[in-house]
């Protein structure tokens, strides 16, 4: 299993932007899947966002659609969410998760991606 760690979390008001890393520790990310996944108090966690770091396919939850963005580094060891025009109700842990046997498509979110970071929390408050 990888050790993935997530940084870049905070808070930041309404409307506001934050950018979420998630690298693995003494390894590349080729021919990984990362998944970003958040879970806020008393709910089940949540898919947000897929990339296949092996293609650059991407899947994004309904949610987020066209406020966050995941991409990666050209050395491979960074996958980074851009979350913009960031609301109340994204307030949560934020967490990323590693596969090399799954492809962002279809249920990936549901998937078992193997591979935990510990979380980063992004609180949206005014």
């Known amino acids: 299993q990888l050790q993935l760690v997530e940084s870049g979390g905070g808070l930041v008001q309404p409307g506001g932007s934050l950018r979420l890393s998630c690298a693995a520790a003494?390894?590349?990310?080729?021919?990984?899947?990362i998944g970003w996944f958040r879970q806020a108090p008393g709910k089940e966690r949540e898919g947000v966002s897929c990339?296949?770091?092996?293609?650059?396919?991407?899947l994004y939850a309904d949610s987020v659609k066209g406020r966050f963005s995941i991409s990666r580094d050209n050395a491979k060891t960074t996958v980074y969410l851009q979350m913009s025009s960031l609301k109340p109700e994204d307030t949560a842990v934020y967490y990323c998760?590693?596969?090399?046997?799954?492809?962002?498509?279809?249920?990936?979110?549901?998937?078992?991606?193997?591979?935990w970071g510990q979380g980063t929390q992004v609180t949206v408050s005014s």
């Open positions: 990339f296949s770091v092996s293609d650059g396919n991407t």
């Open positions: 998760a590693a596969s090399p046997y799954l492809y962002c498509s279809g249920y990936v979110f549901g998937a078992d991606f193997g591979s």
């Open positions: 003494g390894f590349t990310l080729d021919h990984y899947t």
